[in-house]
């Protein structure tokens, strides 16, 4: 992953050559490990027919939890949009495209006999056909983000305020076609838009919280009270409030991300968030291989204790299958190959969520 700078006074970017910003994989890593957790605590409730503790964690993180992945994901693009149409798509079409189309024939590989017996492996065929338009599972994510990519460059020429107006616009229209890429194109392309738009003032946010941390602290309490709140009374789903928790959890996912590398602590989470799109891609298989083993067997019998150790399992185990990937050299599975690059290969490239 090619590392980056913070803003420079002027409000530019410098791109140091040895240098990652820390507070960003931190973020990213609580970002990513929420996103497991969704998809593990859901799943184990839906299967058990109950819900346990750990449902009160997802209800509160969803306000912010794609809202700030998304607006990571814009912050460093002012970086590379300048770039020639033909590296530009090669490092934001191509290389999503290829790791989409790969991961979504694993999944489809595990999932095509349970879909096969419930109606006939033409069926099957079919479905795997139709999720390059409608897309697959948990995949969504890296469908939309070379869309967004091409969406914000084309529109450099029109005043960047107005695009801003129109993303914001479309997330309180709550666009609803049953189409996942043009929905949440619609919800949230204002938060990929706002982190390329206003990345110098995420950066800015970054160093006062890092150089007045009790400030910061008392802002993420107000801010998690708030939050709560609003997602107990069910106001957190109404128009223009969904927005603006949106925006304040990114802000505070930010901060926290700051504070935590300000301290040097659970560094864990902060290489989940270097990894994170490693994480995104494989933790489909051991949150599920898990989830099935605790429902059969029944040795954990609350919920919510369940669901905690699915999430861990789906973190830990995507990581060791990316591990076991690299040492029995099917570096395919996490990194593009040569053949598949259709610009000049940088040094050292590898598999990554923003440049």
Known sequence: ??????PGASGG????????????????????VMVVMMHSVLGVELAAGETGFMHVVVAFAKPFRIPDFFLISGLFLPLVIDRDWRTYLDRKVVHFAYFYVLWVTIQFGFKAP??????????????????????????????????FFVVTKSTRRFPPLAIWMVAAALETARIATGWTAIDEFCARFVYFYSGYLFAPYVFALSDRARNHPALALAALAAWALINAGMVALGASEWKVVSLVLGFTGACAIIVMGTLLARAHWLK????????SIVIYLGFFLPMAATRTLLLRTG????????????TIAGVLGSLAIWQAALRLH?????????????APKKAGARLQAAE
């Open 13 to 32: 970017f410098k791109a140091p050559a040895t240098t990652r910003v820390d507070w960003v994989d931190y973020a990213k890593g609580i970002c990513i």
């Open 299 to 310: 040795i954990i019998p609350d919920i919510g204790t369940m669901s905690l150790i699915v």
């Open 114 to 147: 349970a879909f096969a017996a419930e109606t006939s492996w033409r069926d099957a065929g079919l479905l795997y056909l139709g999720s390059f338009i409608e897309p697959f599972g948990t995949l969504w994510f890296i469908y939309l983000l070379p869309i």
């Open 268 to 275: 864990l989470l902060r290489f989940c968030g270097e990894h």
């Open 330 to 342: 099917a570096n395919f599975l996490f990194e593009r190959p040569d053949a598949f690059w259709i």
């Open 1 to 6: 992953m090619t590392p980056i700078g913070t």
